[in-house]
């Protein structure tokens, strides 16, 4: 009997590698299978198909697609709920402080970190950790957390199972025994993430941004002002959440004064102390560890400079003198043994009513580089004037200044999801009097007023500075033009601002649909249209199976330039579009998800109809191959027979509906398989079970 199967990716498609990036909450469906828990469970009972919220014998909630690694399938590792780890398990105890974290047998300091300035502030938190949960009244074995994604927030639900060794927690873990949010925090964002392996090494500064929603920056501590003290308590009194670490050694060794190098450290106040001789700049740090700190002046333990601190000023510190991984350190001493620090700025969507924090308007954009269309890549490529274009105006200076201050944040979607890593960048040119566009011509003769200093491939760039009041235009590029990505454009401002997609002229012809801005408006309907077609046809739950995206889609296409082409549409399609953006295993979409296949469609939708050279409605053999690699796929001779054989019509050519169910078959594979493959060899073995399951239901 066959017992697994090895599946490699060489040949048809790319290596797919992995990053803390690289599983989004849609791809749940598509984790490894927790079977051996089910034997453990329910001897050996699958759940029903498509069932994700499966009980055990004890009646309590079993999550079958936690994705799982080697080191939790060890022997001697024992998967136990908090009940049986102790008498009377608590999910918080006194409240969830930045002192309930203590590193586990895994390097995601990066991410314990983030929880700990996280803690520092309840409205968030609660954000991410509904209250309301406990392991006594309503307890069923399932906990909820949320996290932000690309402009939304997604909710990921858990079992409370935990790998132990010894019947003790061998990640995360709380001082206080009985304690377990930050235990199940960090569960909740591994399976967000494809696993705990995948929370091995990471930036603070992404975990943060996951956590909030804010916007991420990333400094070099010597550049930083002089007056720093005043630099750190502005941006904490915006609510930013700040880590730190050193650079320069290697991974988690120490400093003669015990500051660890490549280890993040969470940065939770600045303050001026009085001491007997005068004052003092200290600023309160956090090591993830519960343990290692510093053993330079202000330590916990050898700094003689407490003895000159009153007790009430100690008292007012809130210094807690303990081996706790928390300590002070002068803000001297903190530039010379820091050398970065990543910031997490506040938007005023996150704010707490009454709070007396300040942080940043914020304005939000999604839009898509569409190879041929709107990927113009760098300004030197003569293209770029296909870029999105954003309409920026700053109209009020900031208190006691002349200019406006900003930040400009610009985040690829999914990049690690298809192993590409798009170089971005951000632009800003002075808008001209007459349009709120720049055209070609434009732009052969402006210079931008601000740029990123270079294109990355980081998730997000960052571009923060001043100009005076007035009209802009920002362009958001990739470096290689015609390359396929999403991106979301978030906006900061002092003041709040004005921000909206350039008012590029329409063609005099809609019918010529290359000349769109986006070609998939003269095809499907507008997005206020698209909600009033989905609460049509969806049930009164307000769900949508496939045979109400059936209908949906072919009121939507028969209404566009595609007319026609939804006699080409069968239930086959929709089921599989269905399955691909179902994260619950109902075969249905509830509105947010339905928003995320329509984005797919949409760009979809462009890419189809650019390559539809002689406008037919339908692809031509030839053209197949070019369309998939600008939707981010390339494919090997062997893969295009085989679509040749699956999916194309008599003639051989592939209808619009036919593209569509292509490249959701070809991404809900690759989801599947990237799943499963979380270091990135190219490469996974799966079980015969596992194997069915991955292709039964796509």
């Not at 041929?372 to 920026?392: D, E, I, R, S």
């Not at 249209?529 to 307000?542: D, P, R, S, V």
């Amino acid at each position: 009997m066959i017992k697994s199967l090895s599946v490699s990716s060489e040949g048809s498609l790319p290596p797919l590698e992995d990053d803390v990036d690289s599983v989004c909450s849609d791809e749940l469906l598509g984790s490894q299978s927790r079977r051996w828990l089910a034997e453990l469970m329910t001897a050996d009972m699958p759940p029903e198909s498509g069932d994700v919220n499966t009980v055990g014998r004890d009646g309590l909630f079993v999550d079958y697609h936690f994705p799982l690694g080697e080191l939790e399938m060890k022997a001697d590792v024992k998967w136990k709920r908090p009940k049986e780890l102790c008498q009377s398990p608590q999910f918080v105890v006194n409240g969830a402080t930045r002192l309930d974290v203590r590193q586990g047998k895994l390097n995601d300091c990066w991410l314990l970190s983030a929880i700990a300035s996280l803690s520092m502030h309840r409205s968030l938190l609660m954000k991410v950790m509904p209250q309301g949960q406990s392991f006594q009244d309503g307890y069923n074995g399932c906990f909820v957390f949320r996290f932000w994604q690309y402009g939304q927030w997604e909710e990921v639900r858990i079992d409370d199972l935990l790998p132990t060794q010894n019947n003790e927690l061998i990640y995360l873990s709380s001082p206080e025994r009985h304690e377990f949010w930050s235990s199940l925090l960090e569960k909740a964002y591994a399976k967000l993430k494809g696993g705990y392996r995948a929370l091995d090494m990471g930036l603070p500064h992404e975990a943060m941004v996951d956590m909030t929603g804010g916007v991420a920056e990333v400094l070099n501590i010597s550049l930083l002002p002089r007056d720093l003290p005043a630099f750190l308590k502005d941006l904490l009194s915006k609510g930013a959440l700040i880590n730190c670490a050193n650079c320069q050694g290697l991974l988690e060794q120490r400093n003669e004064l015990g500051i660890m190098y490549r280890h993040a450290y969470a940065l939770t106040a600045v303050e001026k102390v009085r001491t007997h001789y005068g004052t003092e700049d200290l600023v309160r740090l956090l090591n993830p560890w519960g343990g290692t700190e510093w053993e330079g002046p202000w330590s916990d333990r050898t700094g003689k400079e407490w003895n000159a601190v009153s007790a009430e000023e100690q008292k007012r510190l809130d210094r807690v003198r303990r081996e706790d991984g928390e300590f002070w350190m002068s803000v001297s001493d903190f530039r010379q043994n820091f050398e970065t620090m990543e910031v997490c700025h506040m938007t005023n969507a996150l704010s707490e009513p009454g709070s007396t924090m300040r942080p940043w308007s914020c304005k939000m954009h999604h839009g898509n580089w569409v190879p041929f269309v709107t990927a113009g890549g760098a300004p030197q490529g003569g293209l770029f004037w296909q870029n999105p274009q954003f309409y920026f105006v700053l109209s009020e200076a900031d208190s006691n200044e002349r200019s406006c201050s900003f930040v400009l944040a610009l985040m690829q979607k999914h990049q690690r999801r298809r192993g590409t890593n798009l170089s971005i960048a951000l632009y800003i040119y002075p808008a001209p009097q007459e349009n709120t566009h720049l055209s070609p011509e434009d732009l052969s003769r402006r210079r931008p007023v601000r740029c990123s200093p270079q294109y990355s491939s980081r998730r997000e760039v960052v571009l923060r500075s001043s100009l005076p009041p007035g009209r802009y235009i920002v362009i958001p590029s990739t470096y290689k033009a015609n390359e396929q990505g999403q991106f979301l454009l978030r906006v900061l401002t002092e003041q709040g601002s004005t921000i909206t997609p350039a008012d590029k002229p329409a063609p005099q012809d809609i019918s010529s649909a290359t000349e769109l801005s986006f070609p998939h408006q003269a095809a499907l309907p507008s997005p206020k249209a698209t909600k009033e077609l989905f609460k049509k046809h969806c049930n009164k739950n307000g769900f949508c199976r496939p045979v109400h995206l059936h209908s949906l889609l072919t009121e939507a296409i028969q209404a566009g330039v595609l007319a026609g082409s939804e006699r080409y549409l069968v239930l086959e399609h929709c089921k599989s579009m269905v399955v691909l953006m179902d994260t619950q295993g109902n075969a249905q979409l509830n509105w947010l998800e339905f928003q995320s296949l329509w984005d797919r469609i949409r760009r979809w939708t462009d890419i189809f109809l650019v390559f539809d050279k002689n406008k037919t409605h339908h692809l031509e053999y030839e053209e197949v191959a070019p369309a998939l690699k600008a939707a981010g796929i390339s494919v090997d001779d062997l893969l295009m027979q085989l679509v040749g054989l699956r999916y194309t019509e008599p003639d051989l050519t592939i209808s619009y509906p036919g593209f569509l169910y292509l490249l959701m078959k070809l991404d809900s594979m690759i989801h599947k398989f990237q799943a499963y493959d979380m270091v990135g060899s190219g490469a996974i073995t799966v079980s015969y079970r596992q194997w069915l399951r991955m292709t039964m239901y796509n």
